[in-house]
């Protein structure tokens, strides 16, 4: 057996809030994504989707539980320490980029963390551009003065400029018009294949989750409802809860 | 980026005000800079013969008790009064954001304890404070400064404060340490340029109040020492003879609010350049 690239462990969330009892966003919740492995996570709105995937990015606490990144123990690690294994990918491009820099900026602060110098780093953005599709001149634009779509091919060329071994994709095409939705995700699924990343996949979609992904992960407060390969679970959902986010989506 | 004509138009309006406003401002701070030189007299020499002496076409704004020319003293007190009024602002600006931008950062305990002792110095009424720190330190111009920094900062590392707090929940924050940023890199890079604009405004706007205010506990005889030339303190020299020489409190009061007015209209027009409202995007 291989080890796997994510490992999540009984993994818990409870945001406090001062004087009242906590509130478990994510409650004991396990799962595996192995190499190359495209996982996606649904569920409906405030299901934990993205506290799962905070925590995972590091940008979180969690108040329990364990996460393993190729076997490593990351549970206490600093987001620093995981950033070259794991980028994300935000639901809104635009809020994701800093309004006071420019999109190159943005996409090259990975490698000129990792100590790339300014050269390196600019001849290392152009390319990335030109494999999300976009012209090299973007670099030089602030995220109010492109698209959203193109702000989102941008922050995916932000996701794997460091060459992840695990993306994050949060709702990265939901807040796309249908059509600019489609080339988004041909990109992701492109890149994915090409760059052999895992893919941890949070989407509203479950017919575009059940294209994207091998396997899906079903949410419901906080716990994992339901787990299968994609096929199975949307053909034939085992709970009454899958049953019913099936149905009020299709 | 094509805005709405009107929005243009009122953006270009701001921006000539701004540069009108920060000019007129950059003018009284060179001249204050270059004060010994444009007086017309030397504004500690005394000459008892000419004392009180109303505007003439020799002392345009007359002569105090001392004889000396109140014109020569006004612009060299501007030195006092505003690069006093400067200092104050700048380190009251850059201490409060740094020290609000760690508490909105760090939060927890160090965060609680901070904001409880602003929360005090904000009580805390200013006059008492700075008669206490006189009491203790002793008068003069520069424990009038302390005493007012002592008990200025908070305003600003509350702004810093909550701002930070709104950034660091931003997507963009979040992105910015998936690509490895240092704290100091977040802090500077990322955070700082995305909060300073209501800071700056602050600051600008706080000039005038500060200069009043510093001006203020002159005049009580907290701030400057005479024979030292200071707005305020000239303002109290001559306080009693208000009804019979107006000219000699006229002088630094005007001083006092046209530079007052200058830095407070430079404040709105930075205000309203800054605005999010009137952003292009
Ligand atoms: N910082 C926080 N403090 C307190 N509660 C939070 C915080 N972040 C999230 N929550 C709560 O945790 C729960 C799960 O939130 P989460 O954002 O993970 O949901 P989600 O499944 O991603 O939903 P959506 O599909 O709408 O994005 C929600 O009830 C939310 O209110
Ligand atoms: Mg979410």
Known sequence: ?250 | MTAPESMTRKRSGGRTRLFLFGAAALLVVAGAFFSESLCPYDPYLQNLGAALEPPTAAHIFGTDRYGRDLCSRVIVGSRASIFSTLALVAVITSFGTALGLFCGWARGRADTFLMRVSDLCLAFPCLVFALAVAGVLGGGLHNAVLALAAISWPKYARIARSQTLAVRETDYLKAARLAGCSAARLAVRHILPNIAGPILVTAVLDIGTMMMELAGLSFLGLGAKPPMAEWGSMMSEVRGLLQTVPWAVFAPGLAIFAAVLVFNLLGDAVRDELDPKMKGR
């Open chain 1, 1 to 250: 057996m291989t080890t796997p690239i994510l490992r999540v462990q009984e993994l818990k969330k409870i945001f406090s809030r001062s004087g009242r009892e906590g509130f478990a966003a994510v409650d004991g919740v396990s799962f595996d994504v192995g190499g190359g492995e495209c996982v996606g996570l649904i569920g409906e709105s405030g299901s934990g989707k993205s506290t799962v995937a905070n925590l995972v990015a590091r940008l979180l606490d969690p108040t329990g539980g364990r996460i393993y990144l190729e076997g490593n123990d990351v549970t206490a690690a600093d987001v620093r320490a995981v950033c070259r294994t794991v980028q994300m990918v935000f639901q809104s491009p635009r809020e994701s980029f800093d309004p006071r820099r420019t999109l190159g900026d943005g996409v090259g602060e990975s490698l000129r963390n990792a100590g790339q110098s300014a050269a390196e780093a600019r001849a290392a953005v152009a390319e990335l551009f030109e494999a999300v599709g976009l012209s090299p001149d973007f670099a030089s634009r602030y995220p109010h003065e492109v698209s959203g779509g193109q702000c989102q091919r941008a922050a995916i060329a932000r996701a794997i400029a460091i060459g992840p071994k695990l993306l994050i994709c949060d709702e990265a095409t939901s807040a796309l018009d249908v059509t600019v939705q489609a080339d988004i995700v041909a990109l992701l699924s492109r890149l994915i294949r090409a760059r052999a990343m895992a893919c941890l996949f949070i989407c509203h979609d479950l017919a575009l989750a059940q294209g994207f992904c091998d396997r899906l992960l079903v949410m419901r407060e906080g716990k994992i409802v339901e787990a299968g390969a994609a096929d199975e679970v949307i053909q034939s959902p085992k709970t009454e809860y899958t049953k019913m986010l099936l149905d009020s989506i299709l």
